[in-house]
């Protein structure tokens, strides 16, 4: 038996009941598109979550109005007395005749027009499950959830809007049956159109215009359980009636390396993560070492309790395109802005030291010698003078920005990637090339050795010589780079972006019951 959809709404019984309710509560009215419900088959295993295979067949809804016992369950219905253990009995019209064989091996039955008694209980995922005294029939309740995505409109994806993207793909394509609505600037970002989900539109694109202005008016607007913000913290401003929120917090080069990010983005984060950290419900961070820092900074009440580490996921992976023109395979790789956090300037330093030490037993793919360095990634910021040295360094090659073909066949063609960064909150060029079976070197601080674990060799990344001699080791050791890059592969399995939605799910539901038992 397929899943069947229903509309609810025509039903003879909903149709009743809706009366009765309009009758009872006067000002409220339900709106078309309130309920949506999922009749699934208990036999068909994929249609449901591992976790809830055993629940039997499920009905999946959601209404934009709890009850007034918050038990998020349909609207229509009215509670009993209070079981032992914390168990209610509610009564909702039913729905659908039994159909098929019952347990105990009865023929079908039909179901009484009316009502039928229902077991409630709140599950450890945070959902809300009601089971039937009938044993067939199990309902489902999911809840809607708000994804902050006004800031991906832009056409280059990367770092934060890598992140805001994928997740917000795989959050949807979570089949926990959730509703998401996205809130977008003036159209919906070209990587999300696909996705078959709600949306609401900013009536501009600038941003601080939009979190001052427009988030913190829509978010109290939107019924959801809880808003997630995964590129830049919640609005400075929000009002009482908002619902919970979870916000990302990527890293804190602001803090620990001031000198390296652009003065006006050391204010804007000065001035609004502080209010974001105090409102938030929940602080998601990618590694353990962004924990620390945030932890230190930040001494504020109960922000132990609230952060969440969830790591980033591997996006997949696109077909690889051609190779650049005068790139040779075997070569050392690159990956990131050019802006002084990267701290190309040591590398070039360090590349400069490789080639100047004379004859070196490096072969790589049958060439001897020090192989090209190439460096793909976007202008950041003060990039002016790093780029002016790129030019003049023999065997450098810079690429720019990149396409993700062209940048999945420079993975798929390095020996080694050069990484020094001085500061990353989690670093995904490293998660790449550990896909891929590329060994790399790193800088020891952040969260890079966090993330490597034996598939990388870590470096001082403020000392030139230091980074030299990494790179010389692993080019000169054909061993060494093939063990890291098993490694490498084996550890990169662990991080996909399903296992990220189904952390940061938990953290939304958690939340938002969380907010339902208060309100309560």
């Known amino acids: 038996m397929p899943r069947v959809d229903v509309d609810d709404r025509n039903h003879p019984a909903m149709g009743r009941a809706r009366e009765r309710l309009v009758r009872r509560r006067g000002r409220m009215r339900l709106r078309d598109g309130d309920v949506r419900l999922r009749l699934c088959d208990p036999q068909l295993g994929d249609e449901l979550t591992p976790k809830r295979r055993t629940l039997g067949a499920t009905t999946e809804g959601r209404t934009s109005r709890p009850c007034r016992r918050r038990c998020a369950i349909h609207e229509l219905h009215r509670h009993g007395r209070i079981q032992k253990r914390g168990i209610e009995c509610a009564w909702v019209p039913s729905r659908y005749p039994k159909e098929g064989p019952q347990p105990g091996g009865r023929g079908p039955s039909e179901r009484r027009e009316g009502e039928f008694a229902l077991k409630c209980h709140v599950t450890p995922g945070g959902g809300f499950l009601a089971q039937s005294t009938l044993p067939l029939f199990y309902i489902l309740v999911v809840a809607r959830f708000a994804v902050d995505v006004t800031a991906c409109w832009r056409p280059q994806r990367v770092g934060m809007i890598t992140v805001a993207i994928e997740l917000t793909r795989a959050l949807v394509a979570n089949r926990s049956g959730d509703e998401f609505v996205l809130l977008c600037s003036r159209e919906r970002p070209d990587s999300l159109r696909d996705l078959d989900c709600e949306a609401v539109y900013a009536p501009y694109r600038h941003e601080l215009a939009i979190k001052a202005r427009w988030l913190p008016a829509v978010e109290a607007q939107l ?283 938990d953290v939304l539901r958690r939340i938002g019951q969380t907010s339902a038992n208060k309100a309560a």
């Open 223 to 505: 019924e959801a359980d809880a808003v997630l913000y995964p590129y830049w913290p919640s609005p400075p401003f929000r009002r009482p009636s908002a619902p919970p929120a979870a916000v990302f917090v990527h890293d804190l080069a602001f803090r620990v390396r001031p000198a390296e990010v652009p003065w006006q983005q050391r204010l804007y984060f000065r001035a609004v993560l502080p209010p974001a950290l105090r409102q938030a419900a929940a602080v998601i961070v990618p590694s353990e070492s962004t924990r620390r820092d945030l932890l230190r900074l930040y001494n504020l009440p109960g922000l132990e309790e609230r952060v969440e580490v969830v790591a980033e996921g591997l996006p997949m992976a696109p077909a690889a395109g051609p190779l650049p023109e005068g790139v040779e395979p075997g070569f050392i790789l690159a990956v990131g802005s050019v802006e002084p956090r990267k701290n190309y300037p040591r590398l070039l330093a360090a590349y400069r030291q490789l080639r100047g030490r004379g004859a070196l037993p490096f072969i790589i793919n049958g060439r001897p010698g020090v192989p090209q360095l190439v460096i793909a990634g976007r202008k950041g910021w003060a990039y002016g003078d790093t780029l002016e040295r790129i030019a003049a360094e023999p065997g450098v090659r810079y690429l720019g920005h990149v396409d993700e073909p062209t940048l999945a066949a420079l993975y798929g063609s390095a020996s080694v990637l050069a990484f020094p960064s001085l500061y990353e909150g989690f670093g995904l060029p490293l998660l790449e090339a550990m896909a891929r079976g590329v060994p790399a070197v790193v800088g020891a601080t952040g969260a890079l050795p966090e993330m490597a674990r034996g598939a990388a060799i870590s470096v001082n990344a403020e000392d030139t010589a230091s980074i030299a001699g990494g790179l010389e080791r692993l080019l000169a050791d054909e061993g060494l780079r093939k063990k890291l890059g098993e490694e490498g592969i084996r550890r990169a399995r662990g991080y996909s972006w399903a296992n990220a939605a189904e952390r940061t799910l």
